[in-house]
């Protein structure tokens, strides 16, 4: 694992954040937003919106509801500007740490566009499960997108952290 870690994004890594938001890289998978939105979510507090790092910025991340009373959390977004490197990989078992361990989520969620099948591989090599799929519910450039939603629960985030331990320990 490389030696990544999480923050809190401050106002003044937006520019970052849209840079990366709107590279052709990432904007086609993802639903960019207005830096008054990106500044609302810094200052909410059902928002971990969140820059990682190495010794540079590398991406950033968006979570929604931590204060849910289903603990349930949404993992609303994740964007790597340093691709093929293993970066979102590494991130979203951070992530998955995060949820789990300190916001004591019961489930972890997102919805990842159908043509994203990058995305999705890494979801699926993390443990995520795929619930279903949103058909053509997000109008885009080129007609409709669809979302597959997936989500990991915190008994298989257990069992799958249990199992990894295993293979350490032996």
């Not at 030696?3 to 993802?30: C, F, G, H, M, P």
């Not at 810094?42 to 590398?58: C, F, G, R, W």
Request: net charge negative; aromatic share 10%.
């Amino acid at each position: 694992m490389h030696s990544l870690s999480l923050r809190k994004t401050q106002e003044a890594d937006l520019d970052y954040v849209l840079q990366a938001e709107y590279d052709d890289d990432n904007r086609q998978y993802i639903t960019p937003w207005s830096y008054q939105q990106h500044l609302q979510a810094i200052a909410d507090s059902d928002i971990a919106h969140l820059i990682v790092q190495t010794e540079t910025k590398i991406g950033y991340v968006i979570l929604a509801g931590l204060l849910n009373l289903n603990q349930s959390i949404e993992f609303r977004r994740l964007v790597i500007t340093q691709k093929g490197q293993g970066y979102g990989k590494d991130t979203v078992e951070m992530i998955k740490k995060l949820v789990f361990e300190t916001y004591k989520a019961h489930r972890l969620w997102l919805d990842v566009k159908e043509q994203n099948h990058r995305a999705q591989a890494v979801y699926k090599g993390a443990g995520f499960v795929v619930e279903g799929k949103l058909r053509e519910c997000l109008k885009s450039e080129n007609g409709y997108d669809s979302l597959i939603i997936m989500s990991v629960l915190r008994p298989e985030y257990e069992r799958l952290a249990s199992e990894a331990n295993g293979r350490f320990s032996s």
